[in-house]
């Protein structure tokens, strides 16, 4: 039985729908939580694309790629909540507008 | 079907510097644990040591004294082992030994003495001697977040300190969403020329010069992506937002290897991608790189943004973090300047030699801000500087001085940095750009000799605190700055046998 065939077009422009609404999110949202959300999409978007572009060229490197952008994307949501907890525990607030201490 | 490489294929004579901190850092990870609360400075020395160690193997690999392995591609061509990366090493390792000295009082001044600050120090050094060295975009994108997370967590080393967790946060989130540019970026290379290894995007992208337009449009979009992801690391206008901010908030001996290191790795990994790998990506029958325009715009954006917001600062971080911003789009102008071809090795040359010099000047400026500042964070203002010659005539002369270099002024690195920058602009057709380079040079004199009249000039109580190790990093800073400017054969020499291993 054959799988009937998506074009890599179409994975590339989902992809890329994924991204833009990747970045509206980090621009639109004030939690800092959703913000983190929305990183984590534009860089799921990227491994879409990595992926269909893999299949495309028949080649291993944008797998291999895939791989690392997970594991690192792991590493940063460590250091990240981290963060979140501690800017709770002294502002009682993760909203990210409440971080205006600097001035010019 | 899989062949299982042997040990002696990976050719890791050639990567020891860089690899034998890494297993170093490891080990001091492990060590730190059993190292009681109040020996910290066990670490410290164990820290220093192993950046001495590979600072010196690297110093002998850049002077060729020692030529250790076979050939510059190590671990099947994901590593580059050639002058650049070891020129990069040592302006890491040179940093990352300052920034120890600088770090330790520091650290028992503000009560956090604690182990985790040398370790992850280590992996940024390492973070950005990778970086330097890569010769994938696999490589490149791991080692910009080894640089990246552990700044992430220095620059929120204060916590509960308010101040330090805001920016952290800030400099976390804008960092993700640069790193989520960057690998968008590497998808769309890759997407247009089928590997992620800079050797073979290179040799792809002569076919795409002269291919079909939509892949053309595929590279493009890609190259500006990374543009943008690199762009937040090295505070280039107009990702530069964070920079003012964290500075300010972040604890200063973080900021005075932070500001250098990142720009170090920053600009290698831009020389890498831009000056490398895609150099030679032109538009229908342009004989400069498609990219060109776009970064020359940047850097004279951002020189002039950095310079003249600077004038308008009183917090001391706040002005150093705008006037790193200029001094990012200074180096800027080399990077443009490699996209002509038969520049690209001396635009490369003119970024390390620029480097070096920044790293001795900046980490001295903030050792002095060090010095000023009080338990509570306060005491880094301008007007803290009032009548610093008076009291401490030395810390004064050697701030004289880095204030000097960054202006540019002869006999100083800072200037001989410039120089090759300026004249890596002129070989590749780039006057206007070295024009602005050199206007905004002059108008930053007015920030940096302000400082300098206020110290010798203004009246005003002074209140310093100068341990040894600091004291000792300043001369250090001093004596490279003045060194290098009054010897500037040291450092042509050293970038002389600077060739990018593939490109131009």
């Given at each position: 039985m054959e799988a009937s065939?998506?074009?890599?077009?179409?994975?590339?422009?989902?992809?890329?729908?994924?991204?833009?609404?990747?970045?509206?999110?980090?621009?639109?949202?004030?939690?800092?939580?959703?913000?983190?959300?929305?990183?984590?999409?534009?860089?799921?978007?990227?491994?879409?694309?990595?992926?269909?572009?893999?299949?495309?060229?028949?080649?291993?490197?944008?797998?291999?790629?895939?791989?690392?952008?997970?594991?690192?994307?792991?590493?940063?949501?460590?250091?990240?909540?981290?963060?979140?907890?501690?800017?709770?525990?002294?502002?009682q607030s993760i909203n990210i507008d409440d971080l205006h201490m600097f001035k010019d | 079907m899989f062949e299982v490489p042997g040990l002696g294929d990976l050719n890791v004579a050639a990567t020891l510097p860089v690899t034998l901190l890494a297993f170093g850092a490891c080990l001091f990870l492990l060590v730190d644990l059993f190292i009681p609360k109040d020996r910290k400075y066990i670490t410290a020395w164990l820290t220093a040591a192993g950046i001495g160690v590979s600072l010196v193997l690297s110093l002998l690999m850049l002077t060729g004294v020692i030529t250790w392995g076979d050939g510059e591609e190590a671990f099947f061509g994901l590593f580059i082992a050639d002058q650049f990366s070891q020129a990069v090493n040592v302006a890491a390792l040179l940093t990352a030994l300052l920034g120890v000295m600088v770090a330790y009082n520091y650290l028992d001044k503000i009560d956090r003495q604690r182990g985790e600050y040398y370790y992850l120090l280590l992996f940024t050094?390492?973070?950005?001697?990778?970086?330097?060295?890569?010769?994938?975009?696999?490589?490149?994108?791991?080692?910009?977040?080894?640089l990246s997370i552990p700044l992430y967590i220095l620059s929120g080393f204060r916590w509960p300190h308010e101040e330090s967790e805001e920016s952290a946060m800030k400099y976390f989130i804008l960092g993700a969403f640069a790193s989520g540019f960057l690998v968008y970026g590497i998808a769309l290379i890759y997407g247009a020329t089928g590997t992620t290894s800079l050797t073979g995007i290179w040799e792809a992208t002569a076919d795409i010069s002269s291919g079909e337009t939509s892949t053309k449009f595929l590279l493009l979009i890609g190259a500006g992506m990374t543009l943008v992801g690199l762009g937040f690391k090295v505070a280039a206008v107009p990702f530069h937002m964070w920079t003012p901010d964290v500075y300010q908030g972040a604890p200063t001996s973080v900021v005075a290897y932070m500001s250098v290191a990142a720009k170090v790795g920053g600009f290698a990994a831009l020389v890498r991608v831009f000056g490398a790998g895609i150099s030679n990506f032109a538009?229908?029958?342009?004989?400069?790189?498609?990219?060109?325009?776009?970064?020359?715009?940047?850097?004279?954006?951002?020189?002039?943004?950095?310079?003249?917001v600077a004038i308008a600062q009183s917090e001391l971080k706040r002005l150093f973090g705008y006037s790193s911003i200029a001094h990012a789009g200074y180096m800027l102008i080399a990077i443009a300047a490699a996209g002509s071809a038969g520049v690209t090795d001396e635009a490369a040359r003119a970024v390390a030699i620029y480097l070096m010099a920044y790293a001795f000047t900046n980490v001295g400026v903030f050792a002095v801000i060090?010095?000023?500042?009080?338990?509570?964070?306060?005491?880094?203002?301008?007007?803290?500087?009032?009548?610093?010659?008076?009291?401490?005539?030395?810390?004064?002369?050697?701030?004289?001085?880095?204030?000097?270099?960054?202006?540019?002024?002869?006999?100083?690195?800072?200037?001989?940095?410039?120089?090759?920058?300026?004249?890596?602009?002129?070989?590749?057709?780039?006057?206007?750009?070295?024009?602005?380079?050199?206007?905004?040079?002059?108008?930053?004199?007015?920030?940096y000799l302000r400082i300098?009249?206020?110290?010798?000039?203004?009246?005003?109580?002074?209140?310093?605190?100068?341990?040894?190790?600091?004291?000792?990093a300043i001369t250090i800073s001093a004596v490279g700055t003045l060194v290098l400017g009054v010897v500037p054969y040291l450092l042509s020499e050293m970038a002389n046998e600077i060739t990018l291993a593939f490109g131009g």
């Open positions: 065939e998506v074009s890599v077009e179409l994975y590339v422009l989902l992809s890329a729908v994924l991204f833009i609404m990747g970045v509206l999110g980090v621009l639109l949202r004030r939690n800092a939580i959703l913000v983190f959300m929305s990183v984590e999409l534009m860089l799921n978007a990227g491994n879409l694309a990595l992926a269909a572009f893999a299949r495309q060229w028949g080649n291993g490197d944008g797998h291999l790629m895939v791989f690392f952008v997970m594991t690192v994307a792991a590493a940063e949501v460590a250091v990240g909540l981290a963060l979140i907890v501690a800017i709770f525990r002294t502002k | 050094t390492l973070g950005v001697m990778f970086m330097g060295a890569s010769g994938d975009l696999v490589t490149l994108f791991v080692s910009l977040e080894l538009l229908d029958g342009d004989t400069t790189a498609a990219w060109q325009d776009t970064i020359w715009l940047i850097a004279a954006f951002t020189m002039i943004l950095g310079n003249f060090i010095a000023l500042e009080k338990k509570d964070m306060s005491g880094t203002s301008i007007d803290n500087v009032k009548g610093l010659a008076t009291s401490q005539p030395l810390l004064a002369a050697a701030m004289t001085l880095f204030m000097f270099s960054l202006t540019g002024i002869p006999l100083t690195a800072g200037f001989v940095g410039k120089w090759f920058v300026f004249k890596s602009a002129m070989s590749a057709d780039l006057i206007p750009v070295a024009v602005i380079g050199v206007l905004t040079s002059l108008v930053s004199a007015f920030y300098v009249w206020y110290m010798y000039f203004e009246e005003g109580e002074t209140e310093t605190d100068l341990p040894r190790p600091l004291a000792w």
